[in-house]
């Protein structure tokens, strides 16, 4: 681990009195599912972005557009 900013970190954890630890880690567990959970999100919603555009883009509601 040569990164400084790791190193860093690692250092003031080793500060921490335990429990300190385990929030620490609950937040990085948060994070990391944070972001898991939004790069399922994207690329899902990218796809139906087709389908609905199909669908809204009609004669019909080009009524509503103009509201």
Known sequence: ??????????????????ERVIEVENFVDFLQARDLERSLVKPASQTSDAVFTAIWDNADDSEYDRL
């Open 1 to 18: 681990m040569n990164n400084p900013i790791q190193r860093s970190i690692i250092e003031k954890l080793r500060l921490l009195p335990p």
